[in-house]
């Protein structure tokens, strides 16, 4: 099934959620490492103009606050953050994210 993700015709992004600590993380990054998926962790990649950060998710609510400021963010320039669970909006919007896409909601 994973081979299935090489068929996708643009790119991929991945970051890990809560699901990956639960299920060891590191099986599923190998299962990833022979697509083309490219996973961020904790890092910034660039694509046609637009930064798409990624960072992993922790349990730790304040881990964005944390995190963002160390990392290479250029305020000018259009951001995605891929992150899990769409948490503290008026900080993320200081720290220089335009959009936050977040898989983890709950009903929300």
Excluded: C, W
């Amino acid at each position: 099934m994973i081979s299935s993700l090489n068929q996708i015709q643009a790119p991929v992004f991945f970051v890990t959620g809560n699901h990956e600590a639960y299920d060891e993380a590191n099986k599923a990054l190998e299962l990833l490492a022979r697509t083309k998926v490219r996973v961020l962790r904790n890092q910034i990649q660039r694509f046609e103009g637009i930064q798409i950060i990624g960072i992993d998710y922790s349990s730790d609510p304040t881990n964005l606050e944390k995190m963002l400021p160390t990392m290479a963010i250029n305020k000018s320039e259009p951001s995605l953050l891929l992150y899990p669970a769409p948490v503290r909006l008026e900080t993320l919007k200081k720290l220089g994210i335009n959009l936050q896409l977040a898989g983890h909601t709950h009903n929300g």
